[in-house]
């Protein structure tokens, strides 16, 4: 297993590397001069912006730029905010805990909805309750993420208020955010499962677990959803980075603290430091999650362990 995880962080290196270089190229290509951002709303003169411009390093050629930056990156360095003057590594390590507190509801939500509503449509297949389950799943996917937040703002914050409608302490503050962000994976979980579930209930070896007598809940759940989850697990892996970007907008609609606010300040100002660290990081964590994502086919898939 050693090996294995060694080999694929090394993978990751020219992942993160190709990363860095598209964003940090993306940025400096795009219309706009960063050092009217700087300047602010007052009127300034060539002769300011060039001060700017020197004073923040943009006056240097993109390669002198780019070298200068992933020298920082090596060094844990990601530079320093153009308009809050902070290292950009302080201001999104205080804001990742909570994005990262979003995205982890957001998870449990997903696999626990999309797995009840997968395996009873399974289970009771071509019945009403598959139907119903099926039109869950359907609403999951149509309904964009900002729609069903508002909906669900207005509904059970300002007309019933059970929840609250800001705010990021305490539990109930999240399970509204939570639930806006995993219910989109949910309900692409819950028709992956219900197909898995479907197809490996026809296999051989579920049928002779059935004729040796054992009850139906440990062949459905030993057997059979065991052997189904390996299509899942692979789906939440790809799906995590979708999630984090759910969070990030989420948290703009119930005004919690996170990357999603520094990031869409950021992008406003065009902070290059703060928007190059914050997709950096993000690429981290997706590298990280997908790892994670393959070592657990082991637990799973015992094949795979002894392979």
């Known amino acids: 297993m050693g090996p294995y995880i060694a080999r694929r962080l090394l993978q990751a290196i020219p992942v993160l590397f190709g990363i860095s270089v598209f964003t940090f190229l993306i940025l400096h290509l795009v219309p706009g001069d960063p050092a009217l951002a700087l300047a602010g709303d007052r009127p300034v003169s060539d002769a300011e912006l060039d001060e700017i411009r020197v004073a923040y390093g943009l006056d240097r050629p993109l390669l002198e730029q780019y070298t200068s930056y992933i020298g920082g990156v090596l060094q844990g360095d990601l530079g320093q905010?153009?308009?809050?003057?902070?290292?950009?590594?302080?201001?999104?390590?205080?804001?990742?805990?909570?994005?990262?507190?979003?995205?982890?509801?957001?998870?449990?939500?997903?696999?626990?909805?999309?797995?009840?509503?997968?395996?009873?449509?399974?289970?009771?297949?071509?019945?009403?309750?598959?139907?119903?389950?099926?039109?869950?799943?359907?609403?999951?996917?149509?309904?964009?993420?900002?729609?069903?937040?508002?909906?669900?703002?207005?509904?059970?914050?300002?007309?019933?208020?059970?929840?609250?409608?800001?705010?990021?302490?305490?539990?109930?503050?999240?399970?509204?955010?939570?639930?806006?962000?995993?219910?989109?994976?949910?309900?692409?979980?819950?028709?992956?499962?219900?197909?898995?579930?479907?197809?490996?209930?026809?296999?051989?070896?579920?049928?002779?677990?059935?004729?040796?007598?054992?009850?139906?809940?440990?062949?459905?759940?030993?057997?059979?959803?065991?052997?189904?989850?390996?299509?899942?697990?692979?789906?939440?892996?790809?799906?995590?980075?979708?999630?984090?970007?759910?969070?990030?907008?989420?948290?703009q609609i119930f005004s919690r603290p996170g990357l999603g606010r520094i990031a869409i300040s950021a992008i406003n100002n065009r902070d290059f430091p703060v928007i190059q660290g914050i997709v950096l990081v993000a690429a981290v964590v997706y590298v990280v999650v997908n790892l994670l994502v393959d070592l657990s086919y082991a637990v799973f898939d015992p094949r795979i362990r002894y392979g």
């Open 81 to 251: 905010g153009f308009h809050s003057r902070r290292p950009v590594a302080e201001s999104i390590s205080e804001a990742l805990t909570p994005t990262l507190q979003l995205a982890l509801a957001g998870v449990i939500v997903a696999v626990v909805l999309g797995l009840v509503l997968g395996i009873t449509a399974a289970l009771f297949h071509n019945s009403w309750i598959d139907s119903l389950a099926m039109v869950i799943a359907l609403l999951g996917v149509s309904v964009p993420v900002f729609y069903l937040g508002l909906l669900l703002l207005f509904f059970l914050s300002f007309q019933i208020q059970i929840f609250p409608a800001t705010g990021s302490e305490g539990i109930r503050n999240l399970i509204l955010p939570g639930f806006v962000v995993g219910f989109s994976s949910a309900a692409y979980i819950a028709r992956l499962v219900r197909s898995s579930m479907l197809e490996t209930m026809r296999q051989d070896y579920v049928v002779t677990a059935r004729s040796k007598g054992l009850r139906e809940r440990v062949v459905v759940t030993r057997h059979a959803l065991r052997n189904a989850l390996i299509p899942t697990i692979t789906f939440m892996g790809l799906q995590f980075a979708g999630l984090l970007g759910g969070a990030i907008v989420t948290e």
